[in-house]
């Protein structure tokens, strides 16, 4: 079943104003969770209401926060996201960088005391469409990754974002978590009766598993690398470079501490870290988009491995989703339809979906 | 051989001084290959007078440059390194961020017409010694990194440093490039007889191959993730922006149009760029120290996957090889040592080591 974009927007905000949020911020975290769902990034997109449904028993989130600026200055902010969904104080976050950039040509700004905030890609991609070099972090309270020589994880998929504007071609948009591959993928395996590849996942102890189950069973991610001779290190360091900006910065809380430092709290306190860059800080107004056309179209020009595979520019696949997603609809599967109708039917919101 | 770490400090200068740089700048030079050479960076250490030598003798390195500050604003500049090596304008930029940093909570500097400045981190460093986070990214003249799907080298191995300062411990300190291993790794199996890990290099049609002579041939290193189905896109993506970061907003010239577009040029303008973060622009002082040294300690005592091998933090290997080398002396082999001795006789620089 196909859904027009607009149609799953309405619902997603339904659902959203009957668990108590304002109207205002209903739309706000639709408008995230559709820039997922109309770029086939369908794991960041309505199916989170899943996820926050069960956060949401878990009395983990406020839905009427107050979220505050709690430290001000012309290039730098921090916000205090009064345990909100992230949607809503991640675009707060993102516009006011945003904004200061505009004024001082450079401007970060950092959230703590948040929650999940959707696709990373979403607050990059706003600073792109401003004219702005954008970057996005966030911390994950659900341990994934994997330290190096390690056997317990210590980190979340902990993504890295950023855009960048050019002007014949749309924005250069890289969205990716440090770890070499999302658990959806386990799933997907297992769902297929597949073995999963030698270095996406690790067993209880450590060791890497090619079985799809026992690496759900563990969830235990590598790092980006997958294998230490392949480069894991780099991606455990990037993970924790991640951690390091969004919780240490920011003052939320490290998620592998979080239960023995907070075992009595039922809030996460993530953080999330904003870096907006104008790009007219450092060159003539239209060099830098030109310059990164041209490197956009060298890269789309590059000799290819398999003559029938062209190389992809970081954000291409999302794009032609868009194209097919906005004119045709999001698929949603039915497992998705029945979820989200019991998720409607539990909270009593209006029910769009035919 | 080993030598004591001031010894060879100060043959570098004499070659770099023989060069025609001032005092001052072989110094600051020598310093930056000091970095290397104590923490068992040997790639990034004195072994590059032998590149630096080769890019003198092509006319390519300004020994004596007007290094320059072409844009200014309370947190960001631009500066042009007028053809120098890149560690003294590289230097100075960070050292401009730091200053910037200091009254304004952040700051960014990007650095164009450079050359190759040695490694990454030792700029991160800079930063994290001065209390802020650092971060600090290159453009490298010469391509290697090879696009998912593509069959040519697009990007140069694309560094990224990250360093943070903690309390208790030392910084964490990142160093890596954005290819899955360096070329130095595939001339080890070469001289061993051994076959290189598939994942880490291409042949020349862009395929994956294990034979070390191969892959030095083609000189085409993957992406960090290896295989696109170990997530080589991700590194690809993060070449990409480092690429972004030094060549497009810098205003330097990316490396794989290069030659097509300034073919009578003998400079390589390749650029950097420099970010400062102070902590205190988001903690009270001190916090984000001891947060950092509670995730440091976290990392320390994860369970391990291989009883004797314990987990590391980024920094670790380097701080180890620094305590070695700061009372044993930096190895230098004997084929370097005669390398070495040829350059400084050649430019009739004092001979100091023995």
Same mark, same amino acid.
């Given at each position: ?26 739309? +706000? ?115 994934? +990754? ?123 306190? +993530? ?84």
């Amino acid at each position: 079943m196909r859904v027009a974009a607009s149609q799953l927007s309405r619902q997603v905000e339904e659902i959203l104003r009957a668990w108590g949020m304002s109207a205002e911020h209903a739309r +706000i975290t639709a408008a995230r969770l559709h820039h997922a769902d109309i770029r086939g990034i369908d794991s960041h997109g309505v199916a989170l209401l899943t996820l926050y449904s069960q956060l949401r028993a878990e009395g983990r989130i406020n839905f009427q926060p107050a979220v505050r600026v709690l430290r001000d200055s012309p290039v730098t902010a921090l916000i205090d996201a009064d345990h909100a969904l992230g949607q809503v104080p991640s675009t707060q976050a993102m516009q006011l960088a945003i904004d200061k950039c505009g004024q001082s040509g450079l401007a970060a700004v950092a959230v703590r005391n948040s929650n999940h905030f959707g696709a990373a890609g979403a607050y990059a991609l706003m600073a792109a469409e401003a004219g702005l070099v954008g970057l996005a972090f966030t911390s994950v309270w659900n341990l994934s +990754i994997v330290p190096t020589f390690g056997a317990d994880p210590m980190f979340g998929t902990n993504p890295i974002a950023f855009a960048a504007p050019g002007k014949r071609h749309r924005v250069f948009h890289l969205d990716m978590a440090t770890s070499t591959v999302a658990i959806g993928k386990l799933r997907l395996a297992e769902l297929h009766g597949r073995p999963i590849e030698p270095g996406w996942a690790l067993d209880a102890a450590g060791q890497v598993t090619t079985d799809p189950g026992i690496a759900l069973e563990s969830r235990r991610l590598t790092p980006l690398g997958g294998t230490r001779q392949l480069g894991s290190h780099k991606g455990y360091g990037l993970a924790a470079m991640v951690e390091i900006l969004c919780t240490m910065l920011a003052g939320a809380w490290y998620a592998a501490t979080r239960e023995a430092r907070h075992p009595d709290e039922q809030h996460v306190n +993530i953080g999330h870290f904003f870096l907006a860059i104008d790009p007219k800080s450092f060159r003539a107004a239209g060099e830098f988009e030109q310059d990164l056309d041209d490197m956009i179209d060298a890269l789309h020009g590059c000799r290819r491995a398999d003559p029938g595979q062209p190389v992809l520019v970081a954000g291409d696949p999302e794009a032609q989703a868009m194209e097919e997603r906005g004119s045709l609809g999001i698929p949603v599967p039915e497992a998705l339809l029945a979820q989200l109708r019991s998720i409607a039917a539990e909270c009593r919101a209006a029910w769009q979906l035919g």
